[in-house]
């Protein structure tokens, strides 16, 4: 599967049904193994039963209907009764099954669903960004609900229905050979190319499926993009350009959907002359045969009606199959999705033998660091630093020099590819990436807020965190005050987008978020989007005092920052260009100075 991909891209999937897919999705149903099994077995029951109704109908015409000759020593009354309590049983059977069928199977295929969505989610949480960089988050949006819930079908019933269908079908030809074999062979003349015609019909449809749903994963992937961007669409005013974009992928996709929906009217149109010219044939022979032979051809009234019933008993089981078959198919090439999705090994796992970091002081050391996000291109080169604990460091440097990619390895969101990171002597790729994380607290310039209330929100960073001490962190930080005024305080509601709140009221919430757990390590990306003045203030007060106690590292923006820093690190050349505290590297008027002068 390609790697990267993107809205307009279609994802390369295997082309055939996977077998091992299946395996893979079949040990999910494992579990459930006592319910499949208990209505597989009463499928062939059922599927037994089925064959009963036609021949106590040939019964009746033959021995009651038209000569009441009643069967043995049984009269003619007795007879009737017989077939026709048979024949209520076998109705009421079947809808008693058919209930239970639906109530089982419906309950297992949806637990099953359950469980591939738990997996599939749970493993996301593990994935490192690497996976989230290379494609759209639409798509994986896509695999979790959409593809997932297409299986709900083919595990409730489709794989069943469709081996007791195949042996229905089969009972039923079996079937017929005992009636009448003259009948039943001009049966199988026509049934063949009938399978013929529908097998390469299927086999058309489950192209046309795999194109359509690739189409409605780059729709589900654009419109999934332009949600997130809709503040800058409407900004640089590109919300016609969005619609074309909408236009075209929505294009696709009914194109893809209606040239699916062409194959799949065929079918049943299809299906039904057969069915009719099979019906004609019988009609013919029988006619044939009565007229050449007469009673001597030992074909009844009885026998032609019963044939003709099981002749209609064959298409629903024939359509189901095909339809079934392609939603297996369907299913199929869905899997391969969603078990990667399952499957995909993290980039970063923790050793085996991993320890926890113990508590730390700060210190921060890379010694020969080379990381790339891509093969060949490396961003940063045998980078060195070695920062002592309690230090604040600034980032500085040309966009896309590697800035946040210096801090991002910090917290091993990315796996280098040579050299070693530690803290306080810990290399951070021999411990565990919680017992890492727990300790660095990270504040990105976009303060995502979740859904939920102001106190949630702070309490993200440490669950078990009391109200107290959510109160008391955002007191430390210059919070409380703003969020008093709320009309609910601590419990005002919040959405995902922190609708309501400022740039800068959202930044003190991920302050005080931050502050609750305490850590030695501190990493920021500081917010270049303006903010009024006093909110200003208030952030670069919280900072101050999140940063007095810990080891900093600091994207800066701002010249306040720069310059109380005790160490600024000018990043480019895919290493540190220039290292000092403000006034030595003004001093040395190099690259620092010139971005300075030029920020003047
Ligand atoms: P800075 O913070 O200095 O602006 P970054 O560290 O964000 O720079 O990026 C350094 C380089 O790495 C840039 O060329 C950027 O395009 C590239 N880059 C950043 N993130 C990724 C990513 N997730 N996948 C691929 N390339 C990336």
Request: proline share 3%; charged share 20%.
């Amino acid at each position: 599967m390609s790697k990267r991909n993107r809205f307009f891209e279609d994802e390369l999937i295997q082309s055939r049904f996977s077998r091992k897919m299946m395996g893979k999705a079949l040990r999910y149903a494992v579990p459930y193994r006592r319910v499949i099994l208990f209505i597989g077995v009463l499928m062939v029951v059922i599927g037994f039963t089925s064959l009963l109704p036609p021949m106590l109908n040939g019964i009746l015409i033959d021995r009651v209907i038209t000569t009441r000759a009643g069967f043995g020593s049984l009269n003619f009354w007795t007879v009737a009764i017989i077939c026709l309590g048979a024949w209520a049983a076998v109705i009421i059977f079947e809808v008693v099954y058919s209930f239970f069928r639906m109530k089982l199977m419906g309950h297992a295929g949806f637990k099953i669903v359950e469980d591939i969505r738990k997996d599939a989610f749970g493993n996301l949480q593990k994935l490192t960004f690497d996976y989230y960089d290379t494609r759209p988050a639409g798509k994986i949006l896509v695999r979790l609900t959409n593809n997932v819930d297409d299986l709900a079908h083919v595990f409730s019933n489709a794989i069943l229905a469709t081996l007791i269908d195949v042996v229905r079908v089969s009972l039923i030809l079996v079937w017929l050979f005992v009636l009448d074999y003259r009948l039943a062979s001009i049966i199988v003349i026509v049934v063949i190319p009938m399978g013929g015609a529908l097998f390469f019909l299927q086999r058309s449809l489950m192209r046309r499926g795999r194109v359509m749903r690739n189409k409605v994963g780059n729709r589900t992937a654009y419109i999934a993009e332009n949600i997130q961007g809709t503040t800058v669409t409407k900004c640089f005013n590109r919300t016609a350009g969005s619609s074309e974009v909408m236009h075209d992928v929505n294009t696709k996709a009914n194109r893809a959907w209606y040239k699916m929906v062409r194959v799949n009217e065929l079918f049943f149109p299809l299906s039904d002359g057969f069915f009719q010219i099979g019906l004609m044939a019988v009609y013919a022979a029988s006619i044939f045969l009565f007229s050449r032979f007469g009673d001597a051809s030992g074909l009844t009234l009885g026998t032609l009606i019963s044939f003709i019933m099981y002749m209609g008993m064959f298409g629903p089981p024939l359509n189901a199959i095909a339809l079934n078959l392609q939603q297996i198919s369907d299913a199929s090439s869905n899997l391969e999705r969603i078990i990667e999705v399952v499957e995909t090994k993290p980039d970063i796992v923790d050793d085996e033998d991993a320890t926890e970091l113990p508590p730390i002081e700060g210190r921060v050391q890379f010694e020969d660091v080379t990381f790339g996000y891509d093969e060949g291109v490396n961003i940063l080169e045998d980078f060195n630093l070695d920062v002592p604990a309690g230090k604040t460091i600034a980032l500085v440097g040309p966009t896309g020099a590697g800035k946040s990619t210096v801090v991002n390895l910090i917290t091993r969101f990315y796996a280098i590819k040579s050299g070693r990171i530690s803290i306080d002597g810990h290399d951070i790729s021999t411990v565990t990436q919680s017992s890492l994380r727990r300790q660095i607290g990270v504040m990105m310039q976009d303060s995502f807020i979740f859904s939920g209330t102001i106190l949630d929100n702070i309490r993200y960073a440490r669950p078990e965190a009391t109200q107290e001490e959510c109160i008391e962190a955002s007191k430390k930080v210059f919070a409380h005050e703003f969020i008093t005024k709320l009309p609910n305080g601590y419990n005002t509601k919040t959405d995902e987008q922190g609708q309501g709140l400022s740039q800068g009221e959202k930044q003190l919430i991920n302050i005080a978020r931050l502050v609750l757990t305490e850590p030695k390590i501190v990493i920021l990306d500081e917010a270049t989007s303006s903010i009024d003045t006093e909110t200003e203030g208030l952030i670069q007060n919280a900072l101050k005092i999140i940063l007095k106690d810990c080891t900093a590292f600091v994207i800066a923006h701002r010249l306040s920052t720069i310059r109380s820093a005790d160490c600024i690190l000018y990043i480019a050349d895919r290493g540190i260009a220039e290292a000092g505290t403000h006034e030595e590297l003004m001093g040395k008027k190099g690259r620092y100075y010139d971005l300075v002068k030029s920020a003047c």
